[in-house]
């Protein structure tokens, strides 16, 4: 198990924030930010 290796892509990262965004109900102001961070990058 050594050998295996996670490959993080820009899809799992969105899945990803979807998610903690759901669970966390943030409100929809922060979830923008969040969306106006990723598009910087």
Do not use: F
């Amino acid at each position: 198990m050594e050998n295996s290796k996670i490959y993080i892509t820009k899809e799992v990262i969105e899945e990803c924030l979807i998610e903690c965004l759901e669970e966390k109900k943030v409100d929809k102001k922060e979830s923008e930010n969040i969306n106006n961070l990723n598009k910087e990058k």
